[in-house]
């Protein structure tokens, strides 16, 4: 927004700027879980192959390992977080729009 009509519409808009550069580094931190989940499993594999262990049995193995299991509860906490600041974040853009139409000064 170039100018704001109030301090109030102005304070909505900061605050949902400040929600969304929360959201997008939660949402940075879930992809980073999500790599480290796709390289363990990788690394898993390679390593239940050289020992001649069949690839399901791997993926097996992966899946219940304390490192699978913690890289993807950071995935599903961090995705939880940017979504929850991503929503408020909404709903504080959308003040700010009201406030800029006039709602905030009936």
Not at 31 to 42: F, I, N, S, V, Y
Not at 53 to 60: H, L, P, Q, V
Request: charged letters at 25%; one cysteine or more.
């Amino acid at each position: 927004m170039p100018a704001f009509n109030s301090e109030e519409e102005r304070a909505a808009w900061a605050l949902a700027e400040s929600l969304s550069d929360q959201a997008r580094t939660m949402m940075q931190q879930a992809e980073a879980a999500l790599e480290t989940w796709k390289l363990g499993k990788e690394m898993n594999r390679l390593r239940c192959e050289r020992r001649g262990i069949s690839a399901s049995d791997a993926e097996i193995r992966w899946a219940e390992s304390a490192n699978s299991k913690n890289a993807l509860t950071d995935n599903s906490f961090h995705v939880g977080l940017a979504t929850m600041y991503f929503g408020a974040a909404t709903a504080n853009y959308s003040r700010a729009l009201y406030l800029r139409s006039g709602g905030g000064f009936r």
